[in-house]
């Protein structure tokens, strides 16, 4: 079991389980047994709404016990909170596999995903702190005043999908 805490300062505990996975498909008709197949991680760091929403289904005993509804919940969840519930999640997921080998491959794969995020982010960083970024959207506009209408340079050069 995991926990996490929500910006109105609740404490929630991820427990994945039969139960939890029961209800998870009949609310919301999402199988948390995909992560398996390594596209479910992907859907869930993705689409924050989708992910919370597997998680009020996750908490939702306890959201009823404390008088806690959909609404309620997804009013209390942006920013870190997200972030600390997709961990929560996605740990305890990978926990409830009954097979060791299972877990231990779907413990790297998570692994490496928070890994290739942060890559990602500190390369967005340091291209923020270059300057690159500016220098592109710079051009972009340059080239978008002196022509009529045609694309930025650096999209018009990229080969076509």
């Not at 910006?7 to 919301?28: E, F």
């Not at 479910?40 to 008088?67: F, M």
């Amino acid at each position: 079991m995991k926990t996490f805490n929500d910006n109105a300062g609740r404490t929630w505990t991820i427990a994945i389980n039969v139960d939890a996975i029961k209800r998870v498909r009949s609310l919301l008709e999402v199988d948390l047994l995909e992560i398996v197949e390594g596209k479910l991680i992907e859907k869930l760091i993705r689409d924050p709404v989708l992910l919370c929403d597997v998680v009020y289904a996750v908490c939702k005993p306890e959201a009823d016990a404390k008088g806690v509804s959909d609404e309620e919940f997804g009013r209390a969840m942006a920013g870190d909170a997200i972030e600390h519930a997709t961990k929560a999640l996605l740990e305890d997921l990978v926990g409830f596999s009954p097979s060791p080998r299972d877990r231990a491959n779907l413990q790297r794969v998570l692994a490496t995903t928070w890994n290739v995020m942060d890559r990602a982010r500190d390369l967005i960083e340091r291209r923020i702190e270059s300057g690159e970024l500016e220098k592109v959207v710079e051009r972009a506009l340059a080239n978008a005043g002196s022509s009529s209408g045609a694309a930025p340079e650096s999209l018009a050069s990229s080969p076509a999908d």
